[in-house]
C-alpha cells in the first residue's frame, strides 16, 4: 500500500453500513447501569443450554439495519438515558460476530449522542474486537460460563480458552468488566466450578462487579415455537440459598455481587 505523507492511515478495517439486528429495547437494571438502549444483533457462535434467545442464534433471524436507522432510534431515547444514568449496550446474539458493525455504532452512541457503551458477550470472538473497537467501549459484561472446561464444552459446544485470553487482554487495557455467571443447579453450581471463576475474576483487577444469575425457564416458549425442546427442561431454578451461597465465594474473593 502506497501512504501520502499527511495522509491518515485507518486502524482495522472500516465500520460496517449495515448489520444484522434482531431486535432493540429500552431496559433498566439489567444490561449495564442505569437505563439502556439495548441493541440485540443476530448470529451466535455457541449453543448455550440455558440460552433464552434461540431466536437470535443465526445470522438470518435478524433484519440488515442500516447504522443510521440504529442510531436514529437511540437518538429517540437518548434524553431520558441521560437523564437516568444510563447509557446504549450491543447484546444479542453475540455482538463480536459483527465486530465492524459494532464499532459503528460504538463510535456514534459515544460520540455523537455522548452515550456510556457496553458491550454484552461471551468473549468467545474477543479477537475480533480489535482496539478501535474497544476504545469506544466504557464497560464489558462478560459472560463466564463455567471454569470447569469440561463443562464449559458440554454447556457451549466451544472452548473456555478464547474467553479468559479476552478477559486478561481487556485487564490489560484496564477496562471495566462485570462477570455474569449463571447459576444452573446441578451443572454450574459445584463448589469447585464457581470458586474457580471467583478465582480468576479477582486476580484480574478490572472486575467491579459479578452478576450471578439465576438459572430459568422463560425462554422454553421459543424453542417449542421453533419446534425443539428446551435442554434443560425439568431442570429447576436455584433457590435464595443456593445463589447466596454462590455469591458468598465472590465476595470472600472481595468482589462485589448482585
Known amino acids: 500500500m502506497t501512504v501520502t505523507l499527511g495522509t491518515a492511515v485507518p486502524v482495522g478495517p472500516p465500520p460496517a453500513r449495515t ?22 444483533l443476530a448470529g451466535c457462535p455457541l449453543t448455550c443450554l440455558y440460552c433464552h434467545n434461540p431466536d437470535t442464534w443465526r445470522m438470518l433471524d435478524g433484519t440488515r439495519t442500516g447504522v443510521d436507522a440504529v442510531v436514529a432510534e437511540a437518538t429517540r ?7 437516568a444514568g444510563g447509557g446504549a449496550t450491543l447484546t444479542g446474539g453475540e455482538p463480536l460476530l459483527q465486530p465492524a458493525f459494532c464499532t459503528a455504532l460504538f463510535e456514534r452512541f459515544k460520540h455523537q449522542l455522548g452515550l456510556h457503551t457496553a458491550l454484552d458477550t461471551s468473549g468467545f470472538l474477543g479477537a475480533r474486537a480489535d482496539d478501535r473497537l474497544l476504545a469506544d467501549v466504557d464497560l464489558v459484561l462478560l459472560d463466564i460460563k463455567s471454569w470447569d472446561r469440561d463443562l464449559y464444552l458440554r454447556l457451549t459446544g466451544q472452548h473456555l480458552g478464547p474467553t479468559l485470553d479476552f478477559a486478561r487482554r481487556l485487564a490489560d487495557l484496564g477496562k471495566e468488566v462485570w462477570v455474569r455467571f449463571v447459576l444452573v443447579p446441578g451443572l454450574t453450581d459445584g463448589p469447585a466450578n464457581v470458586e474457580g471463576v471467583a478465582q480468576f475474576a479477582a486476580s484480574l483487577g478490572n472486575v467491579s462487579r459479578v452478576d450471578v444469575l439465576p438459572f430459568h425457564t422463560l425462554g ?12 434443560l427442561e425439568g431442570t429447576p ?12 465465594v465472590f465476595a470472600g474473593h472481595g468482589l462485589l455481587t448482585v
Not at 431515547?77 to 437523564?83: Q, R, T
Not at 422454553?220 to 428446551?230: M, N, P
Request: proline share 6%; hydrophobic share 40%; net charge positive.
Open 19 to 40: 448489520g444484522s439486528v434482531h431486535s432493540w429495547d429500552v431496559s433498566t437494571g439489567v444490561d449495564g447501569p442505569g437505563t439502556r438502549f439495548v441493541v440485540f
Open 77 to 83: 431515547h437518548a434524553a431520558f438515558i441521560h437523564a
Open 220 to 231: 422454553a416458549a421459543k424453542y417449542r415455537a421453533r419446534g425443539s425442546r428446551f435442554p
Open 237 to 248: 431454578s436455584p433457590s435464595a440459598e443456593q445463589l447466596e451461597a454462590a455469591r458468598s
